[in-house]
């Protein structure tokens, strides 16, 4: 290199080290011994590590429906978390199963873990999980979300990615033993705000029941408090009752029905066919479990949306069908796959193939489950409808911080994590039975399946 050059190249690197040094003089900088002495920042020190340190199942009924929630203690003191675990039919067996399965596999396990224990608990048992475990699983993994809102200082719905809606807009259901009665029972909904209503005609299987006496019944078949169902007489009422609730109520109004899986796949596919020219909002669950290819042959023969899911125990039951785009809404039960991690899984699957949620909210769902599908509901964009919950005085002295309606609209208790409390002496109070009541019968005794 030329002297020149070289002399020319040490001016300037001086010059720019004289520039820097003088820059950090004149803005107040620091020496490197002074700068690694600066305390950091508040969030850049992270947060301690919290085990599990036990796992329970607190088993309730204040409104007659059994409730399990799991109940999830940390190392750090006044730490837990709530999940529910509710499997109405057989709670009993849910209740045994955290409380003798759970511990020896979560306890120990840092809280903020959260998809490596689901997935831990998800294969410990070597077979895939049915409702049961599934719905231990998800007690313990809401449980966990709950932990991790709180640890953040923020409400569940802030760590699935904010708010893309202000409230979660419902459905409520309206029934009565005639289309009159249902039309009725239609527009005082409505009154309340509702925009959206499910509309049954003496229930799931009522038509046709009222004030008739079933062959089986008279031949001494099937059990005492079996319900009966009379499928044509059901079919020809269905039609009927949306032309009188269209009529009396408006087309303003979103009208939804729930099939069941109650018929058979080729009378369900000619039921939406009829109801079609009332624009249902989604008819739900035209198919059971078993006969889920008919969805091709329905989507061919009509154009009203259809809502499926609630009886799926596994995650991987929704990919085919929203690959194959047969069903509009993820009418997903959160207990029965598992909780919040894997409905978050479903719920942004189903944005890729324009498929929207629609979380099955029944009674027999406790607190801590509903504010879960709200919290869900407040985050995911393909949001589409939330089933509508009220609760009573009971429920309410056992369970704090419920979700609230209003105007047709159900919000969070904005707290940390999923902002809902349990009062375990209020809660022991109603305890839970083993009795389920759901068989359903044709006329000559044969079960109907759901």
């Not at 290199?1 to 190249?9: A, V």
């Not at 966990?144 to 904010?162: C, E, F, H, N, S």
Request: aromatic residues 10%; contains cysteine.
């Amino acid at each position: 290199m030329h002297k020149l050059d070289q002399s020319r190249r040490e001016t300037l690197k001086m010059l720019g080290l004289g520039s820097s040094a003088g820059l950090l003089g004149l803005f107040g900088g620091a020496s490197r011994a002074e700068a690694r002495e600066q305390p950091k920042p508040g969030y850049a020190n992270g947060m301690p590590t919290v085990k599990i340190k036990s796992v329970k199942a607190i088993a309730t009924a204040p409104q007659g429906s059994n409730l399990i929630v799991v109940k999830v203690e940390t190392t750090e003191p006044g730490l837990y978390g709530l999940g529910c675990a509710t499997f109405t039919q057989r709670a009993v067996a849910v209740v045994t199963a955290i409380n003798s399965y759970l511990p020896d596999l979560v306890v120990g396990k840092d809280v903020d873990n959260i998809e490596d224990i689901w997935q831990s608990v998800y294969v410990s048992s070597y077979w895939r999980n049915g409702p049961v475990l599934n719905n231990a699983l998800s007690g313990l993994d809401q449980a966990l979300w709950d932990i991790k809102g709180k640890r953040a200082k923020m409400p569940v719905y802030q760590l699935l990615g904010g708010k893309v809606r202000f409230a979660i807009p419902c459905y409520t259901h309206a029934s009565g033993r005639t289309p009159e009665e249902v039309a009725d029972s239609a527009q005082s909904i409505m009154d309340r705000g509702f925009k959206y209503v499910r509309i049954q005609q003496g229930g799931y299987g009522g038509v046709g029941s009222i004030n008739q006496q079933p062959d089986y019944k008279a031949a001494g078949f099937g059990g005492e408090t079996d319900n009966y169902m009379n499928e044509r007489q059901y079919l020809k009422a269905v039609p009927k009752m949306f032309d009188v609730v269209r009529k009396r109520c408006g087309e303003e109004v979103e009208l939804l029905h729930d099939i069941h899986e109650r018929v058979q796949p080729m009378d369900a596919i000619n039921l939406i066919k009829q109801v079609e020219q009332y624009q249902p909002f989604f008819i739900e669950d035209p198919f059971s479990p078993e006969n889920m290819k008919w969805f091709a042959q329905l989507r061919q023969s009509t154009t009203v949306p259809i809502a499926m899911g609630e009886l799926f125990n596994n995650i991987n039951e929704f990919k085919e069908p929203m690959i194959n785009q047969w069903f509009d809404y993820i009418r997903i039960h959160v207990s029965q796959i598992g909780g919040i991690t894997p409905a978050m899984k479903v719920a942004r699957l189903g944005e890729w193939f324009n498929v929207r949620t629609a979380w099955h909210g029944p009674g027999d769902v406790s607190p801590v489950g509903h504010a879960a599908h709200a919290h869900i509901d407040l985050a995911v964009w393909n949001f589409g409808i939330q089933e509508a919950v009220s609760f009573s005085d009971k429920m309410k002295e056992v369970f704090s911080g419920c979700p609230t309606m209003n105007k047709g609209y159900m919000s969070v208790n904005e707290v940390p994590g999923l902002g809902v409390d349990i009062n375990e002496k209020e809660a022991a109070k109603y305890p839970i039975s083993t009795k389920s009541n759901w068989q359903v019968r044709k006329m000559d005794g044969t079960i109907i399946r759901p």
